[in-house]
């Protein structure tokens, strides 16, 4: 159960009450903390009990119970829950995207683009396989283009093959799409995936027509697990401001295309529909609520998907030996505008200038 008391601290608490276990989300919002409706016992942020209005002077006198909760740390509009040892708990890590110290341009918005899906309308799988499908650069060719018809209005997926590679960055797995487009400009584009659960997907509405270089992704999205066969995405979206320094009206977040292109609830949509245009949530809720590896037969193309599994299996095995994992960070000085590698680059061809002709 997650409050804020009047003060502004923010609490994550066990839901029942030590009292006699009434939830405390009937509990009443004070300066300094939350009385549970049943009896009023109060607890502070950091779920030390404060009060127990019904109990005998000598009773209270001890007041040492203490509600089981979680540090938070609030952030671009979000609340993150530390789950981990106390002692072990590392720092909320600033990558250059909405590390708003380093770049005045945007402000950060805590959004959940998709409602309660992950990117795309997908909900009801394991976390994994959405995660995974951020660097299955295939996928946009074949199901958002070829087989579904042009989802994204994009020349990320305009006709012909791009090139494809996968690599390993500092912080994870990205894609590597190299196009030429068909105005004679030129597509450099990587998605990537940050450990453990973190997507960075540049804009996928992306013309091809203006030159720019490494324009990152506008959202830092995580793949949440909400049990082992669903899941959500959560996004900070950073913002463009306008003149008066306000979210700019009327500009879209990079990936959210559901109001222009995907229209709909497409949760709902007609089964023949779903058969003629399947989409994302399709493709990766059908492969099983939780996929099967073991009857995977993963080829050359699915070389990204391989990097994310050493990966993260790498991340576990490190945790078993009691070690940190990937993208800890534990010094202030390292944790300055990480830099991530997701961006679209659109080059116009080299025109000889006038003094070569
Ligand atoms: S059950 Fe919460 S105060 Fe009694
Ligand atoms: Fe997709």
């Known amino acids: 159960m997650v409050f804020r008391d009047r003060a502004g601290n923010v609490g ?27 009896h009023s016992w109060k607890f502070a942020a950091d779920g030390k009990c404060v009060d127990m209005p019904c109990e005998t002077p ?7 119970v203490c509600q089981p909760g979680y540090p938070t740390h609030e952030f671009g509009g979000l609340i ?19 590390d708003t110290r380093y770049r005045g341009d945007v402000v ?22 959405h995660y995974e499908n951020v660097v299955d650069a295939y996928h946009l060719l074949i199901l958002h283009a070829a087989n579904s018809g042009d989802q994204f209005g994009s020349v990320v997926t ?18 590597n799409m190299l196009r030429d487009l068909p105005n004679g400009n030129f597509l450099e584009r990587h998605a990537e995936v940050v450990l453990p659960n973190i997507a960075l997907i540049p804009s996928i509405h992306e013309q091809g027509v203006d030159a720019k270089e490494e324009f990152r992704a506008t959202e830092v999205s995580w ?20 003149k008066n320094g306000e979210p700019l009206e009327g500009w879209k977040p990079g990936i959210d295309t559901v109001t222009e292109i995907r229209l709909g609830n497409l949760r709902n949509r007609p089964y023949e529909e779903k058969q003629r245009y399947p989409d994302d949530m399709e493709a990766q809720e059908s ?13 050359t193309s699915d070389r990204g998907i391989i990097l994310l599994r050493r990966a993260l299996k790498k991340a576990v095995e490190a945790v078993a030996a009691g070690k940190d994992p990937a993208n800890i960070v534990r010094d202030e000085a390292d944790n300055h505008a990480i830099k991530t590698h997701a961006w679209n680059t659109v080059r ?3 025109i000889p200038s006038e003094a070569a002709e």
């Open 287 to 299: 492969q099983r609520p939780i996929a099967v590896h073991a009857l995977e037969n993963l080829g």
């Open 348 to 350: 116009l061809p080299d």
């Open 108 to 129: 950060l918005r805590g959004m959940r683009l998709w409602e309660d899906h992950a990117i795309g309308f997908v909900r009801d799988c394991n976390w994994l396989q």
């Open 223 to 242: 793949a949440v697990p909400v049990d082992n066969e669903h899941l959500y995405g959560i996004s900070i979206v950073a913002w463009p401001k306008d």
């Open 12 to 38: 994550c608490l066990e839901l029942h009450c030590p009292h006699r276990g009434t939830s405390l989300e009937y509990g009443r919002v004070e300066e300094d903390g939350l009385r549970c409706c049943y």
């Open 80 to 98: 993150f829950v530390y789950m981990g040892p106390p002692a072990e708990m590392p720092l909320f890590p600033m990558y250059d995207i909405y």
């Open 158 to 175: 305009t006709s012909g093959w791009p090139e494809l590679t996968f690599e390993e960055t500092d912080l994870g797995v990205r894609y």
């Open 58 to 64: 000598k009773f209270r006198e001890k007041m040492d």
